[in-house]
Nanobody
Framework: QLHLVESGGGEVQVGGSLRLSCAAS????????MGWFRQAPGKQREFVAA????????YYGMFVEGRFTISRDNSAGSVFLQMNSLKPEDTAIYYC????????????????WGQGTQVTVSS
């Protein structure tokens, strides 16, 4: 079992920045690709970003447009999402997930999830 805990969410004004963290415990973190998803009220869970096991490749949702950066520290068992130039439409609960194999962009492929952290962007 891999246990994931997100942190770093909060309320920020338009154009501001937040850095989300996801701390993993319980299994070997470096065995998992990691992803960030988000879910706004009444909407489906949406792919935000993903990073491979060693951090050599990263993937982003089309809406990111260079504003977000995913990174990981395998020695610390953590994955991060730096979010800049935030917009009101970025308001959602952000979840990190761990993936052994399968489609990076599909939430159904992920094996473990954290409880989420709320991000609110106010205008």
């Amino acid at each position: 079992q891999l246990h994931l805990v997100e942190s770093g969410g909060g309320e920020v004004q338009v154009g501001g920045s937040l850095r989300l963290s996801c701390a993993a415990s319980g299994r070997t973190f470096s065995e998992y690709a990691m992803g960030w998803f988000r879910q706004a009220p009444g909407k489906q869970r949406e792919f935000v970003a993903a990073i491979t096991q060693r951090g050599s490749s990263t993937y982003y949702g089309m809406f990111v447009e260079g504003r977000f950066t995913i990174s990981r520290d395998n020695s610390a068992g953590s994955v991060f999402l730096q979010m800049n130039s935030l917009k009101p439409e970025d308001t959602a609960i952000y979840y990190c997930g761990a993936l052994v194999r399968g489609g990076t962009y599909s939430p159904s492929s992920y094996d473990y999830w954290g409880q989420g952290t709320q991000v609110t962007v106010s205008s």
